[in-house]
């Protein structure tokens, strides 16, 4: 039993058919976790890109170093530092909003990046009739620049939101009780491991396939051109 | 000299309205104007040829500020553009004085640099209203005017995507004349054209000339057209002015070996 749901081991089929309810109280998990690590990955995202193309270098580096940091260390250390060493600082956050946090951080320096390369393959000669016109910066970036990169940035976020989804079971080692953690459980519990995890296996290969057709939906129906003002 | 007469000074039409005083511009140790110096009249029309690399669209930049200076200074009515004044002194300008002087001056480019997510019409009443303040419905009024000037009311609410080069071209002539400059900048305008849209875009360049209160500032491959528009042809060479005259002077008997070799080059390129 688990989650207050018993499992039926009569048959395979039987078993497959009772397990799938407490597998999606696993995935509610999985996906409260992307969804949240992904905004936390917008929002942080956005500071660390802003922080990169700073007027000073004092602010851009170490911004930039940041980024590099997190990119190239695994996932697991970001999630240790938050689970492990915050605590000792006296600062304890649930295992959920330690791990969505992890994500968010982790996806931020991937996210930056995207924005960044958003706005910039807008091309220079936008900015300098802007300037030409005598656009207010404000002006230039919500109007002129924002809608030509959005189209580009849009697609490539969605990507990442994929990627976020699949990072989800390192939560797993933080006691956060995601459907992969829920699939093993169920194995330890009845000593039958193929089809609980086969089951996960499955149900991951759907939503990506969903989320990658709605990328591609994304990619092809955003107007390349930007986003159209009449 | 006390600041009552510099002012006033500085609003007699006789003065040159663009003044050019020994400016350089460097891009690393490349100097791309060499203390150049150059006065354009008001209501002047000069065009600017000269080999590739000579300076041509840096001068047209420089004005736009686009382009920052290294040393000299560059005067736009009497004002300087890219210092203010302090007492006495010229110190670099900030940013509320380069907008004001922007103003003045409307820049027409070569790749067009129309805002692609914005209809034609939009593309012309985007500046006015935020910039300029006009309502939109007198933007919108004011720029079907422009677009009738230019033979493309019909193409108001299409994307530029939509339209042939030489009408890009065109919505790019009535988005800067929308700012009602007193200068009007061609950077090459029909270079990134086919053949056959040239003659589109240069006549309605050709209808600006006879605006007589309009300064027009024009870098151009197209010698015939220059010849008949400008007042004033300057052959830039290596950051300077090489030399400069009337058109039918610098075309037929041009004094300079460079301006001799240069005008060879580009109206006759099979010899
Ligand atoms: N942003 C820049 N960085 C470095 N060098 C530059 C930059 N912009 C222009 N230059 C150089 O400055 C020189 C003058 O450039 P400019 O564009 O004014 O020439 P031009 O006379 O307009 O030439 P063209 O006929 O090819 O347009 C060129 O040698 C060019 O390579
Ligand atoms: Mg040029």
């Given at each position: 039993m688990f989650f207050g749901i018993e499992w039926d081991t009569s048959s395979q089929w039987a078993f497959a058919v009772s397990i799938f309810p407490i597998l999606l109280h696993g995935l509610v998990i999985t996906l409260e976790a992307t969804v949240v690590g992904f905004f936390i990955a917008l929002a942080l995202g956005l500071v660390l890109a802003a922080l990169k193309s700073a007027p000073t270098r004092f602010i851009r580096w170490p911004a930039k170093l940041l980024t590099e940091f997190i990119r190239d260390t695994p996932l697991l250390i970001q999630l240790f530092f938050l689970f492990y060493v915050l605590p000792e600082f006296g600062l304890t956050l649930p295992a959920f909003l330690t791990g969505a946090l992890a994500l968010g951080v982790q996806y931020s320096a991937y996210t930056s990046e995207v924005y960044r390369g958003g706005l910039e393959a807008v091309a220079s000669g936008q900015r300098e009739a802007a300037r030409a016109l005598n656009l207010a910066p404000a002006r230039t970036f919500t109007h002129i620049i924002l809608p030509q990169a959005i189209p580009r940035i849009i697609p490539a976020l969605g990507n990442y939101l994929v990627s976020i989804m699949k990072d989800v079971p390192v939560l797993g080692v933080v006691t956060v009780l995601e459907m992969l953690g829920v699939a093993r459980i169920i194995g330890d519990r009845t000593g039958g491991y193929l089809i609980p995890l086969t089951m996960v296996g499955g149900i991951y290969l759907i939503l990506t396939i969903i989320a990658s057709l709605g990328v591609r939906y994304l990619d092809t129906h955003l107007p390349k051109r930007g986003l159209s003002l009449k | 000299m006390n600041n009552a007469t510099e002012i006033r000074d500085a609003t007699?039409?006789?003065?040159?309205i663009i003044k050019f005083d020994k400016v350089v511009k460097r891009f690393g140790d490349h100097?791309?104007?060499?203390?150049l110096d150059f006065e354009v009249q008001r209501g002047e029309k000069v065009t600017i040829i000269g080999p590739s690399g000579s300076g041509k669209s840096t001068v047209l930049r420089v004005l736009m500020t686009l382009e920052p200076i290294n040393d000299g200074v560059v005067y736009v009515g009497g004002e300087p553009l890219w210092h203010q004044r302090r007492g006495d002194e010229l110190i670099p300008a900030g940013e509320p004085h380069l907008r004001e002087m922007r103003s003045h001056m409307g820049m027409v480019f070569q790749q067009f640099?129309?805002?692609?997510?914005?209809t034609v019409l939009r593309n012309l009443t985007e500046a006015p209203v935020q910039?300029?303040?006009?309502n939109k419905a007198e933007a919108k009024k004011r720029g079907m005017e422009l677009l009738e000037m230019v033979g493309l009311?019909?193409?108001?609410?299409?994307?530029?995507?939509?339209?042939s080069g030489g009408q890009q071209q065109r919505v790019g002539i009535a988005r800067a004349l929308a700012m009602r400059p007193k200068v009007m900048l061609f950077d090459e305008p029909t270079s990134a054209l086919d053949p056959e849209l040239v003659g589109e875009v240069l006549n309605v360049i050709r209808s600006l000339a006879d605006e007589h209160d309009l300064t027009m500032l024009l870098v151009t491959h197209e010698m015939h057209f220059a010849r008949q528009v400008s007042d004033r042809i300057c052959f830039f060479d290596q950051g300077r002015i090489k030399e400069q005259g009337k058109p039918e002077d610098i075309f037929t008997?041009?004094?300079e070996e460079r301006t001799k070799a240069f005008l060879k080059a580009v109206l006759d390129p099979d010899d």
């Amino acid at each position: 039993m688990f989650f207050g749901i018993e499992w039926d081991t009569s048959s395979q089929w039987a078993f497959a058919v009772s397990i799938f309810p407490i597998l999606l109280h696993g995935l509610v998990i999985t996906l409260e976790a992307t969804v949240v690590g992904f905004f936390i990955a917008l929002a942080l995202g956005l500071v660390l890109a802003a922080l990169k193309s700073a007027p000073t270098r004092f602010i851009r580096w170490p911004a930039k170093l940041l980024t590099e940091f997190i990119r190239d260390t695994p996932l697991l250390i970001q999630l240790f530092f938050l689970f492990y060493v915050l605590p000792e600082f006296g600062l304890t956050l649930p295992a959920f909003l330690t791990g969505a946090l992890a994500l968010g951080v982790q996806y931020s320096a991937y996210t930056s990046e995207v924005y960044r390369g958003g706005l910039e393959a807008v091309a220079s000669g936008q900015r300098e009739a802007a300037r030409a016109l005598n656009l207010a910066p404000a002006r230039t970036f919500t109007h002129i620049i924002l809608p030509q990169a959005i189209p580009r940035i849009i697609p490539a976020l969605g990507n990442y939101l994929v990627s976020i989804m699949k990072d989800v079971p390192v939560l797993g080692v933080v006691t956060v009780l995601e459907m992969l953690g829920v699939a093993r459980i169920i194995g330890d519990r009845t000593g039958g491991y193929l089809i609980p995890l086969t089951m996960v296996g499955g149900i991951y290969l759907i939503l990506t396939i969903i989320a990658s057709l709605g990328v591609r939906y994304l990619d092809t129906h955003l107007p390349k051109r930007g986003l159209s003002l009449k | 000299m006390n600041n009552a007469t510099e002012i006033r000074d500085a609003t007699e039409s006789s003065d040159p309205i663009i003044k050019f005083d020994k400016v350089v511009k460097r891009f690393g140790d490349h100097v791309v104007l060499d203390e150049l110096d150059f006065e354009v009249q008001r209501g002047e029309k000069v065009t600017i040829i000269g080999p590739s690399g000579s300076g041509k669209s840096t001068v047209l930049r420089v004005l736009m500020t686009l382009e920052p200076i290294n040393d000299g200074v560059v005067y736009v009515g009497g004002e300087p553009l890219w210092h203010q004044r302090r007492g006495d002194e010229l110190i670099p300008a900030g940013e509320p004085h380069l907008r004001e002087m922007r103003s003045h001056m409307g820049m027409v480019f070569q790749q067009f640099n129309l805002f692609p997510h914005m209809t034609v019409l939009r593309n012309l009443t985007e500046a006015p209203v935020q910039v300029l303040g006009i309502n939109k419905a007198e933007a919108k009024k004011r720029g079907m005017e422009l677009l009738e000037m230019v033979g493309l009311t019909d193409q108001a609410d299409k994307y530029p995507h939509q339209l042939s080069g030489g009408q890009q071209q065109r919505v790019g002539i009535a988005r800067a004349l929308a700012m009602r400059p007193k200068v009007m900048l061609f950077d090459e305008p029909t270079s990134a054209l086919d053949p056959e849209l040239v003659g589109e875009v240069l006549n309605v360049i050709r209808s600006l000339a006879d605006e007589h209160d309009l300064t027009m500032l024009l870098v151009t491959h197209e010698m015939h057209f220059a010849r008949q528009v400008s007042d004033r042809i300057c052959f830039f060479d290596q950051g300077r002015i090489k030399e400069q005259g009337k058109p039918e002077d610098i075309f037929t008997a041009p004094k300079e070996e460079r301006t001799k070799a240069f005008l060879k080059a580009v109206l006759d390129p099979d010899d």
